[in-house]
């Protein structure tokens, strides 16, 4: 199976380290956003897409990547973001994603989701939130879910 991990990590580069993590379970690549084009993901049968969390919404270019991607059949896909707040609402970060995914015919095998430190805007005047995630166990679950991806199991972790 040939696997793409694409991505936009910005700040401290969060999803960047659980993409890392998730990579050479999957033995996929990563790539970001600039350095590959809607087509290019027809060369893969599994593709994942990562982004940190930004005002609610996953970050508003992997939304316009994927409105972009040519129609597909029932390709494989995963969802994962990292957020200062993470947890049950990550279903909600994820909706616009899924739902434009799911209409180009992609199968969504799986979500994850968790804590990333997060000093933007005014959290940056108190030091920020969830300092030190992702943490040793949040990658453990993120290897768990690679994992899980491999199988082709779906699964849907939301970490607090």
Known sequence: MKSLII???YHHKNTE????????IL?????????MSPDALL?????????????????K????FADKLPQV????AFIFSTSGRAGKSAADFHKALRSTLSSKGYIILGEFSCPG??????????GGIKKGRPNQDDLKQA?????????????IMYLD
Request: charged letters at 25%; aromatic letters at 12%.
């Open 7 to 9: 991505l936009h990590s």
């Open 17 to 24: 380290k659980i993409a890392q993590t998730m990579a050479p």
């Open 27 to 35: 033995g996929a690549e990563i790539k970001t956003l600039d350095q």
């Open 43 to 59: 060369d893969f049968d599994l593709v994942g897409f990562g982004s940190g969390v930004y005002f609610g919404k996953l970050y």
């Open 61 to 64: 270019g992997l939304l316009e």
């Open 73 to 76: 059949n029932r390709k494989s």
């Open 117 to 126: 430190f997060d000093t933007f805007g005014l959290l940056k005047i108190s």
């Open 143 to 155: 290897e768990t879910f690679a994992q899980s991806m491999q199988k082709n199991e779906n699964k």
